[in-house]
């Protein structure tokens, strides 16, 4: 992951870092360019939106919205599937 300087563009590196959860941390960075910025800043890292779930929890998903279904809906899926 590179990390760039937001006051002068150049590059960082990340010093230390705080998890906050699974998903989102702190990191605290550090401005390589020590003569003409030297900055120090913090970028929070986190997980924004899953685009594509795991399998298994598709199949969790699934299986809750068919047991939702009234008998006879279930029923019509199962002659679709050829049960």
């Not at 937001?6 to 959860?21: D, E, F, L």
């Not at 360019?33 to 594509?52: D, Q």
Request: net charge positive; proline share 6%; hydrophobic share 40%.
């Amino acid at each position: 992951m590179r990390i760039v300087c937001p006051h002068c563009g150049g590059k960082a590196v990340i010093t230390s870092r705080q998890t906050h959860t699974p998903t989102a941390a702190d990191l605290y960075c550090q401005c390589r360019n020590t003569m003409g910025c030297g900055a120090s800043f913090v970028y929070t890292l986190a997980l924004k939106h899953v685009i594509n779930p795991p399998v298994a929890i598709t199949a969790q998903l699934a299986m809750a919205v068919i047991k939702a279904l009234p008998a006879g809906e279930r029923a019509k899926l199962g002659d679709l599937w050829g049960d």
